[in-house]
């Protein structure tokens, strides 16, 4: 048998990846029982989406409410969510205009879909910002099918005027979709607010969920005869997913995991604190800077740490001295090798954690 893992059981883990995926006791206990293969399928009429034992048509509804879309479908992952609109909306060959801090499967779903990407410009180092209106003129200059804003990078951490964007592609006439992956879920985000046409969302990411890969695509009532299209032989099967996407134990995770995300989206302006405290506190170790924007306002973030590299050029284990040294501390998460810079995320972990964890850093400075 594998080895069992036990990183979010005996360390603390700074994974950016992970942190938001975390799951609760509630969760772990209901994928178990809902391991096997298409075990939510038992009462199925044809498409996971409107399946009521267990209750898989009343979450989506609730998530439509919590995220101000007018329809929410499963997906596998955020990447397919994005898919599944770029396919359905832009013309063949047409144009996606998105930041070029996106996620590298924005560019492989758009390649996919037949597509040619377009960029807006962040605002280079060291914040490397996206700046809502530079989409009007990119918009202007490019004449895109969709627009795709990245809500919060994963490289900076960096949060983006989702609402500014969505006005000026309302004015433009332009459909929008929001890229939640690194927001939805730890966030309120209000789509009544923002008015993107979509949202695509990570469960795995950002919404507590295991058991699997889940994504979430909100969709707004203009685009969802388009974008929710059935087949034509099929008449349950919507298209742009294959018919039936994420079911079975990462359906039923999330099922467990939405109460618990509700509540903690109200935490959000603590884990924002937390998450600037721990940063002013790495930017007091010689030499170390922030890579995005400051004062931070996401639990992602990344260092460029030049103290580090200096003593993996002298040190016996090299490159791996810090991942070591945090690991025989208990702390998890960086990558192995890493030490010129680095990502974190502080979500989830409190105060007491993150001192710890801050600690940990500063004696790391000093081998
Ligand atoms: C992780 C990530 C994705 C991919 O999410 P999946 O749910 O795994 O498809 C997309 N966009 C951003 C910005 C991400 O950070």
């Known amino acids: 048998m594998t080895e069992l893992r036990v990183v979010e059981e005996d360390f603390i883990n700074l994974n950016p990846l992970q942190t938001g995926g975390r799951t609760t006791p509630d969760v772990r206990k209901a994928v178990n029982s809902f391991i096997d293969g298409y075990s939510v399928c038992d009462w199925c009429l044809g498409d996971v989406n409107t399946i009521k034992n267990p209750d898989i048509q009343g979450l989506r509804d609730d998530i439509g409410k919590f995220l101000g879309a007018d329809e929410v479908i499963l997906t596998n992952g955020c990447r397919e969510a994005k898919y599944a609109v770029m396919q359905a909306v832009c013309k063949k060959g047409g144009k996606v205009l998105a930041d070029v801090n996106r996620h590298y499967s924005t560019d492989v779903a758009a390649e996919l879909a037949g597509l040619k990407m377009e960029f807006v410009q962040n605002s280079g180092s060291p914040e490397f910002k996206i700046r809502a209106e530079d989409y009007a003129k990119r918009i ?58 979509f949202i695509a969302c990570s469960g795995h990411k950002s919404w507590a969920v295991g058991g699997g890969n889940i994504g979430l695509l909100g969709v707004n009532n203009d685009f969802k005869d388009k974008v929710l299209k059935r087949s034509s032989e099929y008449k349950n099967k919507i298209l742009g997913i294959l018919g039936c996407s994420a079911r079975g134990s990462s359906a039923v995770a999330l099922l467990n995991s939405f109460p618990s995300v509700k509540k903690r989206v109200k935490d959000w302006g603590k884990e924002v604190k937390n998450a600037q405290w721990f940063a002013n506190k790495m930017l007091s170790i010689n030499g170390v800077e922030l890579i995005g924007e400051n004062p931070h306002q996401h639990d992602l973030m990344q260092f460029s740490t030049p103290v580090f590299y200096e003593i993996s050029q002298k040190h016996k284990k090299k490159g791996y001295f810090l991942y070591k040294f945090l690991e025989e501390k208990g702390v998890r998460g960086l990558k192995a090798g890493r030490t010129k810079n680095f990502k974190v995320s502080t979500y989830g972990l409190g105060m007491e954690k993150l001192k710890y964890v801050f600690e940990v850093f500063r004696e790391a400075a000093k081998l």
């Open 140 to 197: 202007d200059e490019v004449s895109p099918d969709l627009v795709l804003l990245t809500h919060v990078d994963g490289n900076y951490g960096n949060v983006a005027d989702a609402a500014k964007v969505g006005a000026i592609c309302r004015k433009k006439g332009v459909p929008f979709i929001l890229n939640a992956a690194y927001s939805a879920g730890r966030m309120l985000v209000d789509n009544k607010k923002i008015r993107a046409d």
